[in-house]
C-alpha cells in the first residue's frame, strides 16, 4: 500500500513494500534509502518519518522497506544519530525557523517573523530552537539548545546573557543599540529634575498633609521647604557618548546647559550626533570634578579591564559639593560606599534606575525601579530591530549588532550558487584549512568575506552550484565542520531550519 504525508507543499510521499516476515519474535526494522528530487523543500529528517511508522505491534507481521523521494538539485540532510541528541520531535516543523521567547515580547516586533517561515515558542515549548530572542529574562547555557544558531536580546545590555560561553559555543549574541535611546534619554532628563527640584520630598509631604486634611492650609508655607535650583546654566558631564549619552548630551544642549564628555571609545557615528558645543574631556577625572551632573552611559563589563565600580572612590572625590550622579545605565558601576561618604559628607544626590543594598533609604538616593527602556515605544522598537538582526543572521549570514561577533556582510549569493557560512576560532592557518576544503571537492568559490572578533572569526563563502549534486556539499560540510578549530558551519540555499552543523568536541553534529 502507498502513504502519503500532506505537508503545505505536499511534496513528500512514501512507499511501503512489505515483506515476508522471517521471525516473528525478531525486532521490528524498517530500512530507509533517501533521495533527493525537489527544489524547494529539504530531505526530510528520517527520524520524522520512522516516528510516524506504526509500532509493531500495530503493523502486519512483515517488516517494512521505506523508500523516501523528495525532489531537490541541493538539499542538506538535516538529522544524523540519535534526535534526542538535539530536540523533541514532536515539535519540529520541517521548513520553518523556530524561535524560542522569553518575557513578554513585543507583538509588532514578532510581527517582523513571516508566518509562513517561522514559529514563535515560549520557553521550554521551544524544544528545536534556531534563535532566543529575550529581555531580561538570565539565561542559562542549559536553555540553549544544541541547535541554537543566535540569541538576541531585545535592548542594549546584554549582562544576562553568557556572552563569553556563548562565544565559546559560536553562537553570536545580538542586542538593539539605540533602540531604546530615547526613552532611556527622557528619563535621564527627568532624573536631573528630581534631583534639583526636591520633587519626590514635596509630593510625599502633600500626602501627609492630605492625610491631616491640612494641604490647603499649609501648601504656600511648606513650599519653602523644598526649594531646588534650575538647569539652565549648570554644567553636565556625559560619560558615554554612545546612542543615549549623545541624545542626552543634545537635549541638555537646548536646556541652556554647558556640556562637556568622556569616552575614549567614541566613535565617528556618534561623535556625528554631538552638540557642536561640547567639550570632550580626555579623562574621567577632568570630566565630573567640575560638573554639576554627572550622567553615566557606558555599559557593564565584568573581569579585569572592565567596568566594574568605574565610578570609584578616586573618581567620586573629585566630584564637586552638591553634584548630582545620575546612572541609568548598570547599578555595578558605582563603587555605593564611596558614593554613600561622598552624599554624607558634600551633599548632592544619587539618582538611579537600579537597586542598591546600601543607598535604598538614603535621603539623598532616588532609586527607580528599572525604568529606562519601559515605554511601549521602546520596546516595539527594541523587538522589532532583534526580529530583524536575527533574521538577517538566520537567512543570508549577515552580522550587525552583536556583541561578540565581527561585523560581516556579502551582498546576496549570485544565482546558481549556496551560501556556506563557517564559526571558527580566531587562530593562524583556518581560512586556508577552509579553501583547501572547498578546493579539494572541486568547488569554485564566487564571493566570500573573512572577519574576526577577539577569539572568534566568522567566514561568508558563496560556492558554485554547477555540476555539483546534494553529496558533494554534504561532504565538503562535514570535511570543514571537522577541521580542528570549527566550530560550526552552515549551508544556507534557501530552505529554512535547515543545513546546521557543530563539531562538539570531535563528534558531528548535523
Request: charged letters at 20%; a negative charge.
Amino acid at each position: 500500500p502507498k502513504t502519503r504525508i500532506h505537508d503545505d507543499d505536499d511534496v513528500l510521499q512514501i512507499a511501503v513494500k512489505q515483506q515476508e516476515r522471517k521471525s516473528i519474535s525478531q525486532p521490528h526494522t524498517s530500512l530507509a534509502c533517501v533521495e533527493t528530487i525537489n527544489n524547494n523543500y529539504p530531505t526530510m529528517i528520517l527520524s520524522t518519518l520512522l516516528h510516524r511508522i506504526p509500532p509493531p505491534s500495530l503493523l502486519p507481521q512483515r517488516h517494512s522497506l521505506l523508500a523516501i523521494r523528495t525532489l531537490a538539485d541541493i538539499s542538506v540532510e538535516h538529522g544524523r544519530g540519535a534526535w534526542k541528541t538535539y530536540g523533541d520531535i514532536t515539535t519540529y516543523q520541517p521548513g520553518k525557523f523556530q524561535i524560542k521567547t522569553f518575557n513578554k515580547i513585543s507583538p509588532v516586533g514578532l510581527s517582523k517573523f513571516p508566518t509562513d517561515q517561522y514559529e514563535i515558542k515560549e520557553g521550554e515549548n521551544a524544544t528545536n530552537a534556531h534563535a532566543i530572542l529575550l529581555r531580561s529574562h538570565k539565561l542559562k547555557e542549559e536553555e540553549v539548545n544544541l541547535t541554537v544558531r543566535a540569541i538576541a536580546r531585545c535592548g542594549a545590555g546584554t549582562n544576562n546573557v553568557p556572552v563569553a560561553r556563548m562565544s565559546e559555543l559560536g553562537i553570536p549574541v545580538f542586542n538593539t543599540p539605540g533602540a531604546n535611546a530615547n526613552a532611556v534619554k527622557e528619563l535621564v532628563i527627568c532624573g536631573m529634575l528630581l534631583g534639583s527640584r526636591r520633587i519626590v520630598d514635596g509630593i510625599n509631604h502633600m500626602r501627609v498633609l492630605g492625610e491631616r486634611g491640612e494641604q490647603k492650609e499649609r501648601v504656600e508655607k511648606d513650599k519653602a521647604m523644598f526649594g531646588g535650583r534650575e538647569l539652565k546654566g549648570k554644567t553636565l558631564a556625559v560619560v558615554g557618548l554612545g546612542h543615549i549619552g549623545a541624545a542626552t548630551a543634545r537635549d541638555a544642549e537646548h536646556l541652556g546647559m554647558h556640556v562637556m564628555g568622556y569616552d575614549p571609545m567614541l566613535s565617528i557615528e556618534n561623535a556625528l550626533k554631538l552638540p557642536r558645543s561640547i567639550q570632550l574631556m580626555s579623562g574621567m577625572l577632568e570630566a565630573v570634578k567640575n560638573a554639576d551632573y554627572i550622567s553615566l552611559n557606558i555599559p557593564y563589563i565584568k573581569g579585569e579591564g572592565g567596568t566594574h565600580h568605574v565610578i570609584s572612590e578616586e573618581v567620586v572625590s573629585a566630584m564637586k559639593e552638591g553634584a548630582v550622579l545620575l546612572n541609568f545605565a548598570r547599578g555595578e558601576l558605582v563603587d555605593s560606599d564611596a558614593l554613600k561618604k561622598h552624599l554624607d559628607e558634600k551633599g548632592g544626590k544619587y539618582v538611579s534606575d537600579f537597586p542598591d543594598d546600601l543607598l535604598w533609604n538614603h535621603p539623598s538616593a532616588i532609586l527607580l525601579p528599572h525604568l529606562g527602556a519601559s515605554t511601549e515605544e521602546a520596546e516595539d522598537a527594541a523587538a522589532s530591530m532583534a526580529a530583524e538582526t536575527i533574521r538577517d543572521f538566520l537567512e543570508t549570514g549577515t552580522i550587525r549588532n552583536s556583541v561578540n561577533f565581527p561585523s560581516t556582510s556579502l551582498p546576496n549569493r549570485p544565482e546558481n550558487s549556496i551560501r556556506f557560512t563557517v564559526v571558527t576560532k580566531n587562530v593562524p592557518g583556518m581560512l586556508a584549512h577552509i579553501s583547501e576544503a572547498f578546493a579539494g571537492s572541486n568547488l569554485n568559490i564566487l564571493q566570500q568575506i573573512n572577519q574576526s572578533r577577539g577569539n572568534i572569526a566568522y567566514n561568508v563563502v558563496d560556492v558554485d552550484t554547477s555540476g555539483h549534486g546534494v553529496v558533494d556539499f554534504k561532504d565538503v560540510q562535514e570535511k570543514i565542520t571537522m577541521l580542528d578549530g570549527v566550530l560550526s558551519s552552515r549551508i544556507i540555499y534557501g530552505v529554512p531550519g535547515t543545513g546546521y552543523a557543530k563539531n562538539l568536541e570531535g563528534d558531528y553534529f548535523v
